[in-house]
């Protein structure tokens, strides 16, 4: 297993324009959350699927942001009509239900609206 | 809810010299865990360290060790030996497992480790 993918690696875009981003997460890990790091800061929760059910969104993830989890493999989080104040760092993680500390991070996607 | 302080921006060490950084956490959980990570520029999150808050024994992993002071409610990472590839952002977090949102991790705002050669 090649770990947590995320693609694209950095994004540049207009704003106002809609983005996604994928996450491959490990093929056996059936959590999976989505992270947003802006600069300075820590990564902080935005949402989080166990399997394919979307069960917990942060306030944070406004209603311009959406995340879907077909078949509980892949991930993707969209956001429409970017807004500059949304460039940031986006991580994807997994694990597996039961673990205590086995979160596996991608090497995130770096959003930069101009 | 969970909270980490991180008190310092940036620290410096001479390689091969020992090096800690502070951790501060506050938790209404009787029962969570403390994690630190390591983000070199290239953006990943590396586990390093987990200390559990019912462990009597403070964790180590090689060069890493975790002095927890569960009273004090502070989790410090300590690095032996200083190399320069550890220069990186380091982040603190922890996780509650007493409440519904037992998955969720919750990080400080990171230390910016530089190792002089």
């Known amino acids: 297993d090649t770990g947590v993918s995320q693609d694209p690696r950095h994004k540049i875009t207009k704003r106002g324009q809609n983005v996604t981003f994928r996450c491959d997460p490990i093929?056996?890990?059936?959590?999976l959350y989505w992270y947003r790091q802006t600069l300075g800061q820590g990564p902080e929760f935005l949402t989080y699927?166990?399997?394919?059910?979307?069960?917990?969104k942060s306030r944070l993830l406004s209603d311009r942001f959406s995340a879907e989890r077909p078949k509980g493999s892949f991930s993707t989080l969209e956001i429409q009509r970017t807004e500059q104040g949304d460039s940031a760092m986006y991580l994807c993680?997994?694990?597996?239900?039961?673990?205590?500390?086995?979160?596996?991070f991608g090497s995130g996607t770096r959003l930069t609206v101009v | 809810a969970q909270k980490i302080t991180q008190t310092q921006p940036g620290m410096f060490v001479q390689e091969k010299e020992a090096v800690t950084l502070d951790c501060t956490y506050d938790?209404?959980?009787?029962?969570?865990?403390l994690f630190w990570y390591k983000q070199p520029s290239s953006g990943e999150m590396i586990f390093l360290i987990y200390q559990g808050s019912y462990d009597e024994q403070n964790a180590t992993e090689g060069r890493y060790s975790l002095n927890f002071q569960k009273a004090r409610k502070s989790a410090n990472l300590v690095i032996s030996a200083s190399q320069l590839g550890d220069s990186a952002m380091y982040f603190c977090?922890?996780?509650?497992?007493?409440?519904?949102?037992?998955?969720?991790?919750?990080f400080g705002k990171g230390t910016l480790l530089t190792v002089n050669p």
């Open positions: 977090a922890m996780r509650g497992f007493s409440g519904g949102s037992n998955y969720k991790l919750t």
């Open positions: 938790t209404s959980d009787q029962s969570y865990g």
């Open positions: 093929s056996e890990h059936n959590r």
């Open positions: 699927f166990q399997n394919e059910a979307q069960l917990e």
């Open positions: 993680a997994s694990s597996l239900e039961g673990t205590v500390y086995g979160y596996t």
